[in-house]
């Protein structure tokens, strides 16, 4: 079953860590197997809200009043940014009720139209986890778990002319861009080596063939000889802040 743990409007995703209860960090909590989205990098666009998986064990004795949670901060443990506007948490899976150890499963909703969201929020975060005890206490916890929050990409290609003549040159062009958080458009990202691969007709795989530096607008263009009928592609491998991103093929027969 899953239950509403925190929960937050469109407009609010990076806000400052909520006020903790008055009373004092408890020990008694451990929190272990933890991971945000099967420790990929959370990649995100300029418009959908993306969901993202965790799964933690929790392991007390002690009375806790609201579900515990694991997300993504920065700054102080206590008092820094987190990053969702949603989180919903599944019921405990006992797996040892003596011991007073669950398992959990969450999802965490971030929406990029938010007003505090921007490009300067792409990179590595950490992860906390935290419960609310009865009483007044809580323990929270920093798990030494980064996260790392990329910009989304895009990447276009088009391969001419199509059917070519074998020996003849096939141009291939493209284009490269990213999400920019500020804006909530796509633009063409600058100075990015990507590379042209080709996937011979009947083959499983693609092979780079060469790479190409997109220019100031995005734009990216090659030349290649034609040899045999198979698909082209151009693929981005990303970097600390931007999504790694391949476009579809586009075929080309040669006769």
Same mark, same amino acid.
């Given at each position: 079953?899953?239950?509403?743990?925190?929960?937050?409007?469109?407009?609010?995703?990076?806000?400052?860590?909520?006020?903790?209860?008055? $009373?004092?960090?408890?020990?008694?909590?451990? @929190?272990?197997?933890?991971?945000?989205?099967? #420790?990929?990098?959370?990649?995100?666009?300029?418009?959908?809200?993306?969901?993202? *998986?965790?799964?933690?064990?929790?392991?007390?004795?002690?009375?806790?009043?609201?579900?515990?949670?694991?997300?993504?901060?920065?700054?102080?443990?206590?008092?820094?940014?987190?990053?969702?506007?949603?989180?919903?948490?599944?019921? &405990?899976?006992?797996?040892?009720?003596?011991?007073?150890? &669950?398992?959990?499963?969450?999802?965490?909703?971030?929406? *990029?139209?938010?007003?505090?969201?921007?490009?300067?929020?792409?990179?590595?975060? =950490?992860?906390?986890?935290?419960?609310?005890?009865? #009483?007044?206490?809580?323990?929270?916890?920093?798990?030494?778990?980064?996260?790392?929050?990329?910009?989304?990409?895009?990447?276009?290609?088009?391969?001419?002319?199509?059917?070519?003549?074998?020996?003849?040159?096939?141009?291939?062009? $493209?284009?490269?861009?990213?999400?920019?958080?500020?804006?909530?458009?796509?633009?063409?990202?600058? $100075?990015?080596?990507?590379?042209?691969? @080709?996937?011979?007709?009947?083959?499983?795989?693609?092979?780079?063939?060469?790479?190409?530096?997109?220019?100031?607008? $995005?734009?990216?263009?090659?030349?290649?000889?034609?040899?045999?009928?198979?698909?082209?592609?151009?693929?981005?491998?990303?970097?600390?802040?931007?999504?790694? =991103?391949?476009?579809?093929?586009?075929?080309?027969?040669?006769?």
């Amino acid at each position: 079953m899953r239950s509403v743990l925190v929960a937050g409007g469109a407009a609010v995703v990076l806000t400052t860590m909520a006020t903790v209860p008055a $009373g004092a960090a408890e020990g008694g909590v451990s @929190f272990t197997r933890v991971a945000v989205n099967a #420790g990929k990098p959370i990649v995100i666009g300029v418009e959908d809200e993306v969901e993202v *998986p965790a799964t933690f064990r929790m392991t007390t004795k002690l009375t806790y009043d609201a579900g515990p949670t694991v997300f993504p901060y920065r700054g102080r443990l206590l008092t820094g940014e987190t990053l969702h506007s949603a989180v919903i948490g599944s019921d &405990c899976k006992v797996v040892d009720r003596a011991k007073g150890i &669950c398992d959990f499963k969450e999802w965490l909703y971030i929406d *990029p139209r938010s007003l505090d969201f921007g490009n300067e929020d792409a990179g590595t975060w =950490k992860t906390a986890a935290r419960v609310f005890l009865a #009483g007044d206490a809580y323990d929270i916890d920093d798990e030494d778990l980064p996260v790392q929050v990329k910009r989304a990409t895009r990447v276009t290609v088009d391969a001419s002319p199509e059917p070519a003549a074998a020996g003849r040159t096939i141009t291939v062009t $493209g284009r490269v861009t990213r999400a920019n958080w500020d804006t909530h458009t796509y633009q063409g990202y600058a $100075g990015r080596t990507v590379s042209l691969q @080709f996937k011979a007709a009947g083959a499983s795989s693609y092979t780079t063939v060469k790479k190409a530096t997109s220019n100031s607008t $995005g734009a990216l263009k090659t030349t290649v000889k034609a040899t045999r009928p198979g698909t082209w592609r151009w693929t981005y491998y990303g970097n600390s802040v931007s999504a790694g =991103k391949s476009s579809n093929g586009d075929y080309v027969a040669v006769r």
